[in-house]
């Protein structure tokens, strides 16, 4: 069955620091997210990405966040300057199409110091 | 503010008892999932349901839909060890566009 891949599967950072996630969607699909759960917490939306361009994001996502699709494949989420509260599981997501299932990566835990 | 409220939030059972996880949702939708998640693991779908009186089985797991209510509920029924997890609800809502809002998720211990 088809996955999801993200690297790294663990990252450790100190405050401040940019981090770039990466996600290798499945090939034929088109629409890619970007997810995060705190540590015992419920899992978030950050931001959906289509045709190249953000279709829409969480207040969660604000200056210090961006993504791109840069060679076509990658799908990278960067934090620009990390802080505590970023430490979290980030997942990314992918489908077919509007309002087809889901299929979530096997997630990045990011840790910052 | 859209809300997806799962209860209970923690749930205790014996083996080969019966229960149900509960999902409410405050706004119009007709796309309903559930995932289970392992402690440091990733999310892995369970149920897509689609419509309203959808009804989903895959062995001892039962999800079911009702979008007049708003509800969705997941029934284990002769549960085992092996079920023990964390299960999520997430609805895909009509005008929020395209995403999951997960509920705070179930947390399901199965003793032996």
């Known amino acids: 069955e088809p996955e999801v891949t993200q690297t790294p599967s663990h990252q450790v950072t100190q405050m401040g620091q940019e981090v770039i996630l990466r996600c290798v969607p499945i090939s034929n699909h088109l629409y890619f997210y970007w997810y995060r759960q705190i540590l015992g917490q419920k899992v978030e939306f950050l931001v959906s990405f289509y045709n190249n361009e953000i279709s829409e994001k969480s207040e969660i996502f604000d200056d210090q966040f961006s993504v791109e699709r840069p060679d076509g494949s990658n799908f990278t989420l960067k934090i620009r300057s990390t802080k505590l509260e970023d430490s979290a599981m980030y997942f990314c997501?992918?489908?077919?199409?509007?309002?087809?299932?889901?299929?979530f990566g096997s997630g990045t835990r990011l840790t910052v110091v | 503010e859209l809300k997806v409220e799962q209860n209970p939030l923690f749930l205790s059972m014996q083996e080969g008892k019966n229960y149900t996880i509960y999902c409410n949702y405050s706004t119009t939708s007709d796309r309903l999932y559930w995932y289970r998640q392992d402690p440091g693991k990733s999310l892995e779908s369970l149920f897509v349901?689609?419509?309203?009186?959808a009804v989903k089985q895959e062995g001892r797991l039962m999800a079911s839909l009702d979008t007049k209510a708003r509800l969705s509920t997941l029934h284990i029924t002769a549960a085992v060890h092996d079920l023990s997890a964390t299960y999520f609800c997430?609805?895909?809502?009509?005008?929020?566009?395209?995403?999951?809002?997960f509920g705070a998720g179930t947390i399901l211990r199965v003793k032996s």
């Open positions: 997430a609805v895909e809502p009509e005008e929020y566009g395209n995403k999951l809002v």
């Open positions: 997501a992918t489908q077919t199409g509007i309002r087809n299932g889901y299929t």
């Open positions: 349901l689609l419509s309203n009186g």
